[in-house]
């Protein structure tokens, strides 16, 4: 279905950029994968999926950063692609030990999918505001605390190649009527030979967030995997939980490719915000106090112990998901340094 879309634009326009190319896989209204599957669990899963603990840490971490804002009245708390919603109960069952917390929250899910947001609905025992975009939510005064976990992941990137000082952008075309990445060129540009990515969809969300974190204050904590400083190519397709080729299952596969931290560092600098981070996801937890609460869940359950002594694994060795992924936050004022990131 999709793929006839995709090549339907392809012969009306001509080659697609990488960015739009995943916009149509991953967003296209009716058949984009993100609209129409349930995606988390089924191609891949998540930290929230694999231990409650990372949820109950990050609520920890959401409580101790309302107590630095001075327990404001009301409080937006605002999650982007929410998935299955566990990382958000997880973390208001947590928060329930600070009652104040629990009634000053409103809570907003940026999610564009419609099964998700039905099983968020069953598992979240609060009142959710829905919106498709950030932009979306409406200005406040509150103080605001964004979470995202494995969503930037999911926005379009472009892809650029520098070769002898003429710059291409990779792109999608049709190739014995198959699809295949082409290299269109662009203009002549000085530098060395390099392959790189740029996402203009990230930069526009983390200007809008860095903005509202400025106009409201607060913090946004996004956690996912990425570089903060390199080049290099990075888009993969995840289907059944394999690896497969970005440009076969086509909305049937997920597509992610590589955050760059770098950049939102120096966008979030260039807005005058606290910035801290990207600190590896295994360090983050730990700093949370991963142990400890792992240690409580044993003594409650000793026959789940193995279990929970996996899951932390999973979450925090650097042989799994502990060094690949990173965590970062940004924040207004820059004064009020969030816990977590202590190297
Ligand atoms: N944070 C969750 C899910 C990560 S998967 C977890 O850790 O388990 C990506 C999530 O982002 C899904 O909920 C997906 O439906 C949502 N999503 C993907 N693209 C989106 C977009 N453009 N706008 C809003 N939500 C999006």
């Known amino acids: 279905m ?6 339907q634009e392809i012969e009306e326009k001509g080659p697609l950029s990488q960015s739009r190319f995943m916009e149509l896989a991953l967003h296209h209204p009716i058949y984009g994968y993100y609209r129409s599957r349930e995606a988390v669990g089924q191609d891949f899963t998540t930290s929230p999926e694999i231990s409650q603990v990372f949820g109950e840490l990050i609520g920890a971490w959401a409580i101790d950063y309302y107590e630095k804002l001075g327990q404001p009245q009301a409080l937006s708390l605002v999650e982007l692609g929410p998935g299955k919603g566990t990382l958000m109960a997880d973390l208001l069952r947590t928060a329930k ?9 409103n809570i907003h899910m940026v999610e564009i999918n419609p099964i998700l947001q039905a099983i968020q609905q069953k598992i979240i025992p609060y009142p959710l505001t829905y919106v498709e975009k950030f932009a979306a939510i409406p200005d406040s005064s509150h103080p605001l605390i964004i979470i995202a976990n494995e969503f930037l992941d999911v926005l379009p990137t472009n892809c650029y190649v520098r070769k ?7 792109c999608i075309d049709i190739q014995n009527g198959k699809l295949g990445f082409t290299l269109i060129k662009r203009v002549e540009n000085k530098g060395p030979d390099q392959i790189w990515e740029e996402s203009p969809q990230t930069i ?4 809008g967030i860095c903005s509202q974190l400025l106009k409201q204050g607060g913090i946004f904590l996004c956690i996912d995997y990425g570089y903060e400083q390199g080049n290099g190519e990075s888009l993969q397709a995840l289907f059944n939980k394999e690896p497969s080729h970005p440009l076969s299952n086509v909305g049937k596969s ?14 979030a600098l260039l807005h005058g915000l606290g910035v801290v981070g990207p600190l590896s996801q295994g360090k983050f937890l730990k700093n949370m106090g991963l142990d400890i609460r792992i240690g409580m869940l044993k003594n409650k359950n000793p026959l789940k112990s193995v279990s929970l002594e996996k899951g932390a694994t999973r979450l925090s060795h650097p042989l799994h998901m502990g060094n690949l992924f990173k965590v970062m936050a ?14």
């Open 254 to 267: 997920d597509l992610t490719c590589h955050v760059n931290f770098g950049r939102i560092k120096e966008i």
């Open 97 to 105: 030990v600070c009652p104040s917390f629990s009634e000053a929250i």
């Open 164 to 170: 002898e000082h003429i710059l291409y952008e990779r």
């Open 204 to 207: 526009s969300l983390i200007k």
């Open 2 to 7: 999709l793929e006839a879309v995709v090549n």
């Open 330 to 343: 940004i924040f207004s004022p820059s004064s009020l340094i969030p816990i977590g990131f202590e190297e």
